[in-house]
């Protein structure tokens, strides 16, 4: 079966108002570059985005929050985009901060097909409130549910024509397990090769999980913040 599609822009047509969407990346590395800058173009709005962290201000999952397309946002780190701060606390912004352990947990959990899970992280504070928390073996756990979504943006090295995927390095991060975790996911990559062309044993994501691909362009991989030394 052929997924590949043939740009970002075919590739979201489908999303519509008030989706939901997993997107990888860490910073801004490994994060959906094109499928993020269609979705921006394509105006699609009222979005619940569940991403590590927000980008920055004008790139990344920034450019979807300065044209207010995003009404929810699931994260664990946010601490470098302005207008996200902005919006947070003026209340145009819905947030839920989940700490990282339990957020690529709870994603795993989604794509397992687990129901929920204890972890001690977070007993005794915000984070456990309205939540069922229990004693097990004298330590204080708390129960976290799993967490899906509708759609999955994921960022990957090398992919081919069946959805199979190979990350590089930090750049794989959380693409993997959201692509697990999502009733549809798109996967973009910087090289798009034949199915056999990949060693089936360097294969991260079977292509099972993958509904569409494409070949990505213009990648800026650039830095949250640069330091050099004087």
Known sequence: MNKVVADARAAVERIPDGASILMGGFGLCGIPENLIQALREQGTRDLTVI???AGIDDFGIGVLLRARQVRKMISTYVGENKEFE?????????????PQGTFSERIRAGGAGIGGFFTPTGYGTLIAENKETR???GKPYVLEPPLRADFAFVKAWIGDRLGNLVYRRTAR???PVMATAATFTIAEVERLVEPGAIDPDHVVTPGIFVQQ????????KR????TVRA
């Open 51 to 53: 991403s590590n962290n």
């Open 86 to 98: 902005r919006q947070y606390l003026s209340g145009e912004l819905e947030v839920e901060l989940v």
């Open 135 to 137: 004693i097990i073996d």
């Open 173 to 175: 991060n959380f693409n």
């Open 213 to 220: 691909i494409l070949q990505g362009s213009g990648y800026q």
């Open 223 to 226: 830095i949250e913040k640069r």
